[in-house]
Nanobody
Framework: QVRLVESGGGLVQPGGSLRLSCAAS????????MGWYRQAPGKQRELVAR???????DYADSVKGRFTISRENAKKTVYLQMNSLKPEDTALYYC?????????WGQGTQVTVSS
């Protein structure tokens, strides 16, 4: 079993940046495709970025060119660098395997983009 703990969220102005981290404990995540998901109020949870064990990445159209997913397998950590943030990026962000969820959801980290 893997326990996931997300961090790094916060309140940021439009155009700003944040870097999210997802620390996994328990079984190694090295061989799993990992992804960042988000859920805005009143909306379904959606996958915004994913990364394979070898580092290949894929993004939702809404974040392409602004978000970058990366991973450090030795640290069992997945990151999401978010640049040029928009108000519509406001959501609770989670990480998990893909297709998810493979493990129980963590508590998520709140990202709020507002002036």
């Amino acid at each position: 079993q893997v326990r996931l703990v997300e961090s790094g969220g916060g309140l940021v102005q439009p155009g700003g940046s944040l870097r999210l981290s997802c620390a996994a404990s328990g079984t190694s995540i090295s061989f799993y495709i990992m992804g960042w998901y988000r859920q805005a109020p009143g909306k379904q949870r959606e996958l915004v970025a994913r990364i394979t064990s070898s580092g290949n990445t894929d993004y939702a159209d809404s974040v392409k060119g602004r978000f970058t997913i990366s991973r450090e397998n030795a640290k069992k950590t997945v990151y999401l660098q978010m640049n040029s943030l928009k108000p519509e990026d406001t959501a609770l962000y989670y990480c998990n395997g893909v297709p998810g969820p493979i493990w129980s959801w963590g508590q998520g980290t709140q990202v709020t983009v507002s002036s």
